[in-house]
């Protein structure tokens, strides 16, 4: 969603602004702009679209030393020049950008404009800069004016504030949205994700909910809300900066999908010892295992779909309840959770508002909480009880994958482990282990297969619809296949499960529909074979994904999958449908890593 970033040195600005902005522009946006401060006035600039219309628009004399800068993704108001940040104060003497969603912004607007306030936007944002304003002509001390802004506001914000009262600092406050600081010879920055500073430093410090810090040239401030100095928690980033570029490939998400074995191979480095599963971060947790009567695998989107996965597997080796929500259900749904609850989180960015939300209320209930995550000290990683983290490294691309096929992994080690701790023996570990420590290998033989898929992406040329099929475990493949497809390449993909097709489904299907079938599970192939006959024998165009031994004579595109344990299938069966949508992309002329409407992180609910 929206990007940050903010910068005061020893330099200008602007190209730390700039090149950071384009670190973010993965997240989506509609809309840029910057603002630059020299002594007298503040200078902003923006414009609808990409960074490469704002770059067009900046004048000359741009050498000023701070400055802040946004990319915005519409959410109140069209995306347009007047609705795009940094926004100002009446007079010019405050710039604010700001990420998130002030949910209390009429009726602050309304007070506002009752004093006389005037607005020129549609944005919830401006309320920030105007409120700012009156209290600091109430009192003219920025810090003052910031706590006392930061407190009328409800909601969500990353924010960061310049003026010319103090034209070499940058105020930067932060609640349930990212925001990263860092610090160099260059200058002191900050960020609405590390990518955005990776070229000027890898110690990173997250600035945490309700906390504000001070930027100035060459000092960095942090404080809780109620104005005291905080402790600086700073992290090392072990990625380079290459990490966070296409690196010869043409898009992020192809290059991605290339790095799912180097992936995984991390994610499960150091797991196993024998049939002993080494989570020390679990181990760690003391918890009364026995006491646990049932598990909720919740998350959005493409996690989500890792969830109804595990949330399988959790059944089949722990033979206990688990049940599996979308994170924006799970929050309304008053769940009934408790003490005896445990709540598995899982998020790529660990920055989900929803996700978040759900972590919240489970939290209040006393359950137990897990945390899956990619990003190293994300909100959501930091407050649950435990966090284990994939290690797909920074995912750039806006649709998922590295950081799908990691969750798939890691939520397997993690259920084996719990299976584990309530005393029960998975029946064939030792084989399964040996096939998790081969599955790199099986994601390198399985990438073989990317000129067929992009062969049989072709099918979908002139098809406006497509339909992805499997039964049990198959099935969040079929979720994932059926996601990937609509993301990127905007042909319309529904999932079902195959024995429900006759039900309903199966009118849709005619002459060369297009149907994606997963049949990896032995115990459940035969079953979906027959149901993807009744697609052939109304036209349909199947291609059938399936293991080494499935008699499948009938059907004119097999694709099979190395030998490996079934319930390890569905991780090179997602490796095909990423292929399979990102070709398909293609063949339309697509913008396959930023997708319209679409943002890497969605951190508004
Ligand atoms: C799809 C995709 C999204 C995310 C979802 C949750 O390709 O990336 O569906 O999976 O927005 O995001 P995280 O995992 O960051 O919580």
Known sequence: MCGITGFTGKQPALPFLLQGLSKLEYRGYDSAGVTLVNSKKLRTWKTKGRLSELE???????????????????????????????????????SVVHNGIVENYAALKKELLDEGYEFHSDTDSEVIVQLLDYYYRKKPVMKEALMRTCRRLEGSYALCVTSVYEPNTIYVAKKESPMVLGQSAEGTFCASD????????????????????????????????????AEKKWIHFPYDVQAAQKGGYDSFMLKEIHEQPGAIRETLRGRFRGTKVILPQIDKLNADWDSIRETWFIACGTAYHACIYASGLYQRYTGKPAFVMPAS???????????????????????????????????????????????????????????????????IAVASTKAYTTQLVLLHVLVLKLAELFGIKVKGISALIRDLKRLPDVIEETLQKEPVMKKCAKMLKDQRDAYF??????????????????????????????????????ALIEKNT??????TQPEIAAKTISNIKETVARGARVILVTDEEMSAEEFKYVIRLPEICPS????????????????????????????????KSVTVE
């Open 469 to 506: 099929i499997g039964r049990q475990l198959d099935y969040p493949t079929a979720l994932e296949g059926a996601l990937k497809l609509k993301e990127i390449s905007y042909v319309h993909a529904d999932a079902y499960y195959a024995g429900e097709l006759k039900h309903g489904p199966i």
């Open 568 to 599: 390890l299938r569905p991780v090179p069966a997602a490796v095909l449908t990423q292929l399979f949508a990102y070709y398909a992309a293609k063949e339309k002329g697509c913008d396959i890593d930023k997708p319209r409407n679409l943002a």
């Open 194 to 229: 590390a990518p955005a500073m990776l070229e000027y430093t890898k110690e990173i410090m997250p600035l945490q909910d309700g906390q504000f810090a001070i930027l100035n040239k060459d000092s960095l401030e942090v404080f809780e809300a109620d104005g005291r100095p």
């Open 514 to 519: 297009v149907v994606l079938a997963m049949a």
């Open 329 to 395: 259900e799970f929050r309304y749904c008053d769940p009934a959770v408790g003490p005896h609850t445990l709540c598995i989180f899982v998020s790529q960015s660990g920055e989900t508002a929803d996700t978040l939300a759900a972590l919240k209320l489970a939290r209040a209930k006393g359950c137990l909480t897990i945390a899956v995550v990619n990003v190293l000290g994300s909100s959501i990683a930091r407050q649950t009880d435990a966090v284990l983290y994939t290690a797909a490294g920074p995912e």
């Open 56 to 94: 067009k628009v900046l004048s000359d004399d741009l050498d000023q030393s701070c400055g802040i800068g946004h990319t915005r993704w519409a959410t109140h108001g069209v995306p347009s020049n007047m609705n795009a940040h940094p926004h100002m104060n009446r007079g010019n003497t405050i």
